[in-house]
């Protein structure tokens, strides 16, 4: 059984109308589905055209100007960086993958919390953590081993597809194996 995704529409006028509940929203709101991990897809009203990417970095765009931004000029500088290079595609897998395994990471921490402390609802969510994660010290530091090792072996295999494709594209820039003198070789 597939789940149809809730359908919203953008209009020239920029606001946004969602078709479920048949009221116009605002960004905030979209925010709000995000969170909720609600399935849904913006899509402009007159021709179709999907705007989702378009509303979630107009979200990402107001939560980096207001308060405590998660990226740095310098990471912003570096990935404009890479568009237009040929590691483009590759550098959007590459943070995709590492965003999942974040998650997952996440998804894990907040287990062992809730067996810890139980649902408590009512207690201070930053609090708790902190709690949480002090009394975690030896487990965190695994996870974020573990996570570092994966992070590691995406960009070593990033590399070698690298590696692979310039010697298929640029065979003339690999001497072949048999050119390549051995440690043995005296003039």
């Known amino acids: 059984m597939t789940t149809k995704q809730r359908l919203i529409k953008k209009y020239p006028n920029r606001r946004l109308y969602d078709t479920k509940t048949s009221a116009y929203i605002t960004l905030v709101d979209v ?3 995000v969170l909720a991990h609600e399935e849904f897809v913006v899509q402009d009203a007159k021709t179709g055209e999907d705007l989702t990417r378009s509303i979630l970095l107009q979200i990402i765009l107001e939560e980096e100007t207001g308060g405590a931004p998660m990226f740095s000029a310098d990471i912003l500088t570096q990935m404009i960086r890479f568009y237009g290079s040929a590691m483009q595609g590759m550098m959007g897998q590459y943070i995709e993958g590492n965003i999942k395994t974040f998650s997952e990471m996440q998804r894990r921490l907040k287990e062992q919390a809730k067996g810890a402390f139980g ?3 009512g207690v201070n ?3 708790m953590w902190a709690q949480f994660l ?9 996870m974020v081993g573990a996570y570092v090792e994966q992070s590691q072996r995406v960009a070593q295999k990033m590399q070698e597809v690298m590696a692979e494709q310039t010697h298929k594209f640029f065979p003339g820039l690999y001497p072949a194996e048999s050119n390549k003198p051995s440690g ?3 003039k």
């Open 31 to 33: 925010k709000e589905l």
């Open 119 to 121: 649902d408590k609802s």
């Open 125 to 127: 969510s930053q609090e």
């Open 134 to 142: 002090k009394a975690q010290g030896p487990a965190m530091q695994g």
């Open 184 to 186: 043995n070789d005296k």
